[in-house]
């Protein structure tokens, strides 16, 4: 496999820049395969831009270090840790990595899609999401990748059942009407100042509402409450910081919010199901794989 400079012409029809089942751009670091999946982790240098592209089978794509922005048709998605997205089979997109970057790509065979299709027909549209159970989820799938056994198969197939399930049921809340400018501003403030002792109070004078309505209106469109969408940004960040830094767990506790390092431990493993030293093995793994 060659940089994402370029990709050996054998493995993509140039007439569509559509890479064949198995095939990224970028450093492979790993890669395994079973009867239903393709899995790989690739690595990405400062600065690249991939030309426009699409891959001739579905996946999903789990952000592990670093930030990207993503364009795919007339929309576009800004991608950083505990980021999962879904690319539909012969999705175009093209990508603009900010810094250096790793990515856990779990490929589908096209009989397993075509299985899921009828009762799942959202399975056609590309879908994101950021932290949260999906990003649990991947990151069981990315633990099960690392110490593959005779097992694997069996528990890679229910992880990613479970997470294409969630996925487009968190696809379809997004979808159910856009959320009200208001809601937008809040939403924002929370991004901005997510290790911040906010107030739900605070929230909604901010967003000039009522804290009831704020509180409906807010787990209606994110599928969360204002705590739960707070504790999985900080734990986001959280993994950014673990993933590419040494500095020690209780200075990352409290940059992300936390008072406590015993209570950041407790909310990282609830959220990402391991604890954050087991989550800085498993990536410093990889960094030396």
């Known amino acids: ?7 050996d012409s054998r493995c993509m029809k140039r007439e569509l820049n559509r890479l064949n089942a198995g095939y990224f751009y970028g450093t492979v670091l790993r890669t395994c395969a079973t009867t239903e999946f393709t899995l790989t982790e690739t690595a990405y240098s400062s600065g690249v831009k991939l030309p426009e592209h699409a891959h001739e089978r579905a996946y999903f794509c789990f952000v592990l270090q670093g930030s990207f922005a993503e364009s795919y048709g007339s929309q576009s998605r800004e991608c950083h840790a505990t980021t999962l997205i879904f690319h539909p089979c012969g999705e175009m997109h093209s990508d603009h990595f900010h810094t250096a970057a790793r990515c856990f790509n779990l490929q589908m065979d096209s009989k397993l899609t075509d299985r899921l299709q009828p009762q799942i027909p959202m399975m056609n549209c590309s879908a994101h999401s950021h932290g949260g159970l999906l990003a649990q989820l991947a990151t069981r799938l990315y633990s099960e990748f690392r110490g593959m056994d005779e097992l694997s198969p069996l528990v890679l197939e229910a992880l990613t059942l479970e997470m294409i399930v969630e996925a487009f049921r968190h696809s ?3 979808q159910k009407g856009g959320p ?8 924002e403030l929370l991004d901005d100042e997510f290790p911040e002792p906010h107030t739900l109070s605070g929230i909604a004078a901010y967003a000039q509402v009522h804290p009831a309505h704020l509180a409906r209106a807010f787990r209606r469109h994110q599928g969360c409450t204002v705590g739960e969408y707070v504790r999985r940004r900080r734990i986001e960040f959280a993994c950014d910081r673990i993933s590419r830094s040494a500095a020690p767990l209780s200075q990352i506790a409290l940059e992300a919010g936390f008072s406590h390092q015993s209570h950041f431990s407790v ?13 800085r093995r498993m990536t410093a793994r990889a960094k030396h794989a």
Not at 2 to 7: A, E, W
Not at 180 to 187: E, F, G, M, Q, S
């Open 267 to 279: 909310t990282f493993k609830r959220v990402m199901g391991m604890t954050p030293d087991e989550y």
């Open 180 to 187: 009200p400018r208001w809601l937008v501003r809040a939403r």
């Open 1 to 7: 496999m060659t940089d994402s400079s370029g990709i």
């Open 172 to 174: 379809s809340r997004q």
